[in-house]
């Protein structure tokens, strides 16, 4: 498989502090793989996201992006292959309608007007949003913010799409919204993506999971394999799916489940057969 | 403080091409030391609902008392000041508030404002910054370098330092990870229990209501759909699902269980331990059978 991203023993340490924020970090993503990365607030996910698109560089190790060596001269050649999207819907838009903010990226890089509406069209088209190319982007709901924002990074075709807990100060339905359309991308465009963040919905998406914990990646694997961590990603500060935990609670009141149940159905049915079999042999 | 909306409505921009109803047939009574939690979609007045708790926003029909303070439409209320220090408002992302060079200035800088000499601010910064769970060692430190939930704190600080007897908060654990949110929730209960404040919290969270509050009030384009305990606002799920509200997880997993065990469970299951309480009983019930 295609390595997209390359990180190789890479250390950070901000200025003025003691401690590393992030320490030998070394992992890969590879082409058309979604791979997400947890840990709670001040575990370095936010820092590792910086350094890959050379917003800081890192004290020591290195960063390859689609074979590129990341460093001063190449910064700009690796962030035409990196698009990602931040946290607040509201610090990233410039242009004065949802047409012109898309374009804007675009005209940075001198592309030519009929090839840019193209790209601006197909993206819109892409996250949902072509109805409101000529909408003033402050007037739009959270989600519809961050679905511009995807768009404006997808128009310049980029390797890979970091999105830098996108999803963190939307309300319910405008996170519905960013994940239908990632996954959507990830379906359709074999988009490959790196998602920070701490929503168990958002893990459960991924195919893989980076678990950090001061600065080291602690964990790594599916979904289901971190979540069987259970009591251990809590000490870490993380969440645990609600059936899982609900699994483990029945258990210690002696309900005799076989496993941890990573979703409601699964939990539901094996309790019903628990049930029905005990009414068999009180019944017998 | 006791908290009173009568028929309150507001207008903005009235008399204006833009004007618009944004809140109407508003009636509320929030008792002194209660906790609140109110609950909408964005763009449900939510937010118009928690300007009037201090003064900010007016009503334009209506009256609005707020324990000795009565704000009536269309009547200028010039006192507002000391008003404002009773009732503190948390806003969504306070730490985009910060401005001060340091933690312990931005802490001061309400209390200063409201008279309190600097030496006595100071003085008890270290008291405001241990309510928020803070160490001293940010004290000197600009609020800038901190984490996002560490700032987060510093601004809640700010606003305890004024020492309200009415907390507002908007959606104060929004995008923090899951130990933050759940630390910061118990800090507001705590301060209800132990200083006796009044609560009203804002929240796109079910669990959050169902497991803090006393009341919730569901708003629903502009106006109250919905009051009562969260026992009461549970027990009709699809009216929730209908507003297209989402329900906490607990409630969806024993409507599962009462669909397929064909059973009905005596009240709404708000937390996991209530759960595993009924399961149990259900369990029990079969082997005694």
Request: net charge negative; charged share 25%.
């Amino acid at each position: 498989m295609e390595v997209v991203v390359r990180v190789e023993d890479v250390s950070f340490q901000y200025a003025n502090e003691n401690i590393y924020a992030l320490q030998n970090i070394s992992f890969q993503v590879y082409k058309g793989e979604w791979v997400t990365i947890v840990g709670h607030n001040g575990s370095g996910k936010s820092t590792l996201a910086k350094l890959l698109i050379g917003l800081l560089p890192s004290t020591s190790g290195t960063i390859h992006v689609c074979g590129i060596p990341l460093n001063e001269e190449t910064v700009w050649d690796v962030r035409k292959r990196l698009g990602i999207v931040f946290q607040n819907p509201d610090n990233q838009f410039v242009g004065t309608t949802v047409q012109d903010d898309v374009a804007f990226g675009l005209e940075n890089q001198g592309i030519q007007k009929d090839e840019m509406s193209k790209r601006i069209n197909e993206a819109l088209k892409k996250v949902k949003m072509e109805d409101f190319i000529h909408h003033e982007p402050h007037r739009l709901s959270g989600g519809q913010k961050q679905r511009v924002a995807i768009a404006s990074a997808i128009a310049l075709q980029p390797n890979v799409i970091i999105l830098d807990e996108a999803t963190s100060m939307l309300d319910p339905s405008g996170k519905k919204e960013v994940l239908h359309v990632m996954e959507s991308l990830r379906r359709e465009h074999h988009m490959t993506v790196i998602s920070i963040t701490h929503d168990l919905n958002e893990v459960a998406k991924a195919d893989r999971v980076l678990v950090m914990n001061k600065g080291r990646i602690v964990l790594e694997g599916t979904p289901a394999h971190i979540f069987s961590y259970g009591s251990k990603l809590e000490q870490m500060g993380l969440d645990l799916p609600f059936s899982l935990q609900l699994s483990q609670q029945l258990k210690q009141k002696h309900i005799p489940l076989t496993m941890d149940h990573l979703n409601m159905e699964g939990l539901v049915s094996e309790l019903w057969t628990l049930y029905s079999a005990m009414s068999n042999t009180v019944t017998k | 403080m006791d908290i009173v909306f009568r028929d309150v409505e507001h207008r903005y921009q009235v008399n204006t091409p833009f004007e618009k109803r944004a809140l109407y047939d508003i009636h509320v009574d929030i008792r002194s030391g209660s906790y609140v939690a109110v609950i909408g979609h964005t763009g449900s007045g939510k937010s118009t609902f928690l300007q009037h708790l201090n003064g900010l926003l007016q009503p334009t029909k209506g009256t609005v008392h707020l324990g000795d303070y009565t704000i009536t439409a269309g009547k200028k209320e010039k006192q507002l000041k000391p008003l404002r220090k009773k009732v503190g408002i948390v806003f969504q992302f306070p730490e985009h508030q910060l401005f001060e060079e340091t933690v312990e200035k931005d802490i001061c800088f309400g209390p200063m404002n409201f008279g309190m000499k600097e030496e006595d601010a100071k003085a008890r910064v270290r008291e405001w910054l241990t309510l928020v769970g803070l160490s001293e060692d940010v004290r000197h430190k600009s609020p800038f370098a901190l984490s996002g939930g560490q700032m987060r704190r510093v601004a809640i600080a700010g606003v305890l330092a004024m020492e309200p007897e009415v907390l507002v908060l908007d959606e104060p654990t929004a995008g923090l990870d899951p130990r933050g949110r759940k630390e910061m929730m118990e800090m507001f209960a705590s301060l209800q229990q132990q200083k006796r404040m009044t609560i009203v919290l804002v929240t796109h969270s079910m669990e959050e209501a169902a497991r803090y509050a006393d009341e919730i009030i569901i708003m629903h384009q502009g106006t109250i759909v919905r009051r009562g305990t969260p026992e009461q606002i549970f027990r009709h799920v699809d009216d929730l699902l209908h507003l297209g509200l989402d329900v906490p997880e607990t409630i969806l997993f024993q409507r599962a269980i009462e669909q397929k065990f064909g059973v009905q469970f005596d009240a709404p299951c708000l937390t996991m331990e209530d759960i595993v309480q009924s399961l149990q009983m259900l369990f029990a019930r079969v082997k005694r059978t």
